[in-house]
């Protein structure tokens, strides 16, 4: 196992892996042990801020793997990150216990409101951690499970099934705005007081979340750098250049697909349950198809088919959105359609895929 | 001789007629005198009294009795009341007497004397000139089944010339007579009749509330009866009401799709900013009124006609410019289009924000797509007509682009087989641009029917966009009948999955229907067969 990993490991990866493992470990240094007065000290804020950058790169991990890997272009990958963000935040509701507004000891605030006298059936066991994040993980698995059988079972490919993903989270969009839902409507979770017993305000929780988010985005990278580098992955790769070539040499075509987009749909649910305790809130927009599709974007501009590069795309394209909405709101949008427009034109490769080509030409090798 | 006869007759008749209408002076006095009074019982009766005594100023009598406008003069009980500039009028004769009076006291009114006043004044609309306001008090009557005012009713029934205000002054007294316990069986059993035959929500209330309680066997077999027939008559009616909601979204469907149906068609790929040329076509249409309203405020009935080319002309020409600048380094790569057209999309919802504002803004609507046309009580909205007949009249154009012209014939080629058409020496670089425009355009002229019925915002076209997508995969890919097919299929299924589910849940089973449904026939209703289409 090891040796497998060292053997297919470029330096990209490597340094990738450390990185992450370091700031995991230097970043809450810096919050906690460092004082407010120093220089060095990261405000908890930031360190939240960040925290929900790196869920984010989470998510771009998943959709490149399913994209970059199979040429499945998920507009509907939204909607497992807010699967999984539902599941945590209803853990996080359940926490709440007796200190909501209406006090009662097991009903959520929303459900005393609505006059609902008993827990739905959806919201059992919601109160154990462990339940919980079995729900994590399964519950956007079930879906993509169910929804890539169909899908890739009747060859629906290319454009349709960008437009039926997305068709599936609006229609999860729709859905979870109903109160009847008994999913908090409108205004989804929030107001969360404990995770686990620490309460979620603190700085040091939000500092463990933060080096949790980080080790699982580490964790997400080699997991799906050892299903890429495998001959699995070169199944994918080649399902992505030639589908119907790879079916005719024997490949069962869509178990492979079904399979890489459940794994893919398990890690955005994992990101979004990661990141709903870092925001503190999880509402039906998190659905919404723009999202999505934004989310494509980060991988776009960091390097489809590259792994690190979707990270890195997200974190910057956010941290972009986080500076120009907060200076100039009106240039964002302008910005952001800019870069959807630039980096197809210009940029096929993204920002990591563009640097490896120009580091092979360096070294003389030709640029593969 | 006779001739003398003649004349004596005539005088005779004369003064006969003279004297007739004297004591009928007399008469109206003496009534009127009676709500010169302190006594609350007295001005109860003198009310009914008033009212019944067909009097010209009845009318106005007791409407000033009601604003507390009327007074007698305590030394003769002559009425006078003030009129709206706030002189006295004499009550007896509905003129402004010589000079004003003196010595006026108040007529009181109190809670019974004003319940009085009411049925008073209903009953005497029932006798008003003008037949829209009779029909008024008719349903009035229907609505309060007021037993007091079968009299009446009877009375004006068998005055009553025209056949509309007969029917209603008769139905009316049907409800009345419905559930009155001491009115004759056979009475009772003509009111359930004639009650089916009105057969409205109303009546079938007032049917439903005959029972054995209160009526004889006979009358339930007929209330009953007319009730289930009521019944079958408003389960058709609703049953058309939907298909016609459904058909009129189809036509907003079909119009906002038909557009992306070209371009998907013919270039494969996914205009994510469709959307926003349908925007781009309301905001033209908002513009236009704006100007007109300024400049020439006689032409507004015109500024739906005027905004149609020329919101055709400015979606084209941005649709251009987007394919020629951007799009077409893209061809052959679908999914990058979508990004790359996503991007457009966000940017022109930003100008347009920046343009004219993040609010809503205000797009009249012409005379002629104003007001309700009732079938019976089904009820056809001229707005929603003139939108199904336009989005037809554009499917019907497209069609005749695509069957008749040469660009149309170039473009069939194209959506066959690309590379085989361009053996054939067209040029497709020209088609693409031309097709790009021509869609975008025709998302133009969409945005001018939808300014009449949505929210002209920024945001127009997202909410537009995902059910497109939709018509279009649902119908197939370049064939315009089957968009039609499509839109309309979504439309019907819609309005009839919403009375049944709710509005949400109706959308999200027609979703997953159609999620369903693409993974039956991933090419849609209409697929084209051959071998092109394995890309």
Redesign the interface.
Known sequence: MITFFIRHFDRTAIGFVTTLLLIAVVVPLLNLVVPESSAFHIPTYLVSLWGKYLAYALLALALDLVWGYCGI?SLGHGAFFALGGYAMGMYLMRQIGARGVYADPVLPDFMVFLNWKELPITWYFFDHIGYTLLMIVLVPSVVAFV?GW??F????????L???T???T??LL??F??NDMGFGGNNGLTDFKDIIGFPVQAASTRATLFALTSLFLALGFLLARAMVVSRFGQILASIRDAE?RTRFLGYRVEHYKVLVFVVSAAMAGIAGALYVPQVGIINPSEFS??NS?EA??WV?VGGRGTLVGAAIGAVLVNFAKTWLTGSFP?LW??G??????L???FL?KGIVGSLAVVVQRMKGGSAA | MLRRLFVIFGLVVLLAGGAVRDSYADDATLTLKRLATDNYADIELGIAAVAASGLPSAEAVLNALADSRLSYRSADKALFFKDASGSWIDAATNTMPAEQPSGLKPVKVNNRVRRALEAALGSMTLMAADPQKRIAAAEAVFKSRDVNTLAALESVIAKEQDPVVKRHFEEARAAVLLLKVDAPESDRVAAAERLGERGDQDSLALLGAVSEANASANTVVAAKLAAKGISRRLALLSTVQNAWYGLSLGSVLLLAAIGLAIT?GVM???NMAHGEMVMLGAYTTFVVQEIIRTKAPGLFDWSLPIAIPLAFCVSALVGLLIERT?IR??YGR???????T??????L???V??AFGANNREVGAPSYMSGVWDLNGFQITYGRLWIILFGLAVFVALLGVMKGTSLGLKMRAVIQNRRMAAAMGIRTPLVDALTFALGSGVAGIAGVALSQIDNVSPNLG?SYI?DS??VV?FGGVGNLWGTLLGALSLGLANKFLEPIAGA??G??IL??V???F???R??GLFALKGRAV??
Do not use: C, D, H, N
């Open positions: 272009l929804f169909f899908a079972r009747s060859r629906v490919t290319g454009v349709y960008s437009i039926i997305q068709s599936l609006y229609a729709l859905a705005f109903r119907s198809p723009s599709i494509v974007i776009a009106e949008l302008y952001l359609g800019a870069l959807f427009i980096v197809t034109l096929p | 998907f494969g790929i996914i951007i380094y893209l679908p999914l990058e289009t979508l990004l790359a996503w991007g457009v999309s966000l940017m919802q930003q100008a924000r920046s997202q995902i997508f939709l995969v949400v849940l959308k999200i979703l997953a159609i999620i369903l693409i993974q039956r991933p090419r394995e890309q």
